[in-house]
């Protein structure tokens, strides 16, 4: 099966006074037809310049500097803006953490969806807003009529979101970039929009990145994972397989620093240290610093290796990958 996404060595930079930052280095990565894949990370780990950088949506200072971004077989690391302008929205959908960034607070919902629907495909105005209601609906948003006529402000967060979702789907994207979009929801309608999503996504055959901190969203929704750490992959697989015989000591350190894991009365797990800074980045293994299971092998850099359908840069896996 030929990927929907196929992302190769793919290296990002960004000039600044104090030095060049390599925010993305050297990812790889790929999603296929109907597959979620969930990239996982703390704050800087270069998950959203990863995403963004998919859209063609990296402005200077920053710049691809290598890698490919195989998207349908098309490099989209080598297309110009006319081209990208396109695709983007069409073919590739991206969902924002903050949906009232991303709607027009004096645009009703229905003009926002109608310009959206317009902006790639020509059509009436009143067969745009018969499309944008059935849009609304399909993402579970009760009277859609009603809601087209609203402003973004009249809604509640969830809502909000929905309509941001709504507009992604509209024209059955191959791929949908999902930038932690349910970061700032109630666990109630978190719980809804990520049902919706898995459902859309496995109806239509859409592939979805979902771009997250949040490792128990993944365990229900993903079915890979990518763990980035200081702008690299360190492990990418099965979720099921990563959840529970994590290859790389980063990985392993997220899953036990979730609260659910830790019984009552017992002090939370945490990963010793800090994130490195990308302008000084420890030599060798970039995790180095704050893994406990650190040799002098890890001086140098790792290597990505495979096991099975396994991908790892450590120089000590946890065994139950080797077994």
Not at 151 to 157: A, M, R
Not at 217 to 246: H, K, Q
Not at 270 to 290: D, E, H, N, V
Request: aromatic letters at 4%; proline letters at 7%; one cysteine or more.
């Amino acid at each position: 099966m030929t990927p929907v996404l196929d992302i190769r060595k793919l290296q990002v930079e960004f000039e600044t006074r104090e030095g060049t930052v390599r925010a993305v280095d050297q990812v790889s990565l790929s999603v296929n037809r109907g597959e979620v894949v969930g990239l996982v990370g703390e704050s800087g780990s270069g998950k959203s310049v990863t995403g963004m950088s998919v859209m063609g949506l990296i402005d200077p200072p920053g710049q691809i500097v290598n890698g490919s971004i195989l998207f349908n077989g098309e490099d989209l690391a080598d297309v110009d803006e006319r081209r990208m302008r396109g695709i983007r929205g069409r073919r590739i959908a991206m969902i924002f953490q903050d949906p009232m960034r991303t709607l027009n607070p004096i645009m009703t919902v229905g003009s926002q969806v109608v310009e959206a629907i317009q902006a790639h495909t020509p059509m009436s105005r009143s067969a745009a807003m018969a499309k944008a209601r059935d849009a609304l609906g399909a993402v579970g948003i009760p009277s859609p009529e009603e809601r087209l006529a609203a402003f973004p402000h009249h809604l509640s967060g969830g809502m909000r979101q929905r309509v941001v979702i709504a507009i992604a789907m509209l024209h059955n994207p191959d791929l949908i970039i999902a930038d932690e979009p349910t970061t700032a929801l109630d666990v109630t309608i978190q719980s809804q929009i990520l049902s919706e999503v898995q459902r859309l996504a496995k109806e239509s055959g859409t592939a979805l990145v979902w771009i997250t901190h949040d490792m128990a969203i993944v365990s229900s929704l993903a079915d890979r994972i990518a763990v980035m750490y200081a702008g690299c992959v360190v492990e990418f697989g099965p979720v099921n397989d990563v959840l529970t015989a994590p290859a790389h000591p980063y990985t392993r350190g997220l899953i036990e620093s979730v609260p659910s894991r830790n019984k009552r009365g017992q002090r939370l797990n945490q990963i010793s240290g800090t994130t490195p800074s990308l302008l000084a980045l420890p030599k060798g293994c970039s995790f180095g610093p704050r893994c406990p299971q650190r040799s002098r092998s890890c001086d140098e850099v790792p290597t990505t290796n495979s096991v099975g359908d396994r991908e790892f840069r450590c120089f000590h896996p946890g065994l139950e990958v080797l077994t």
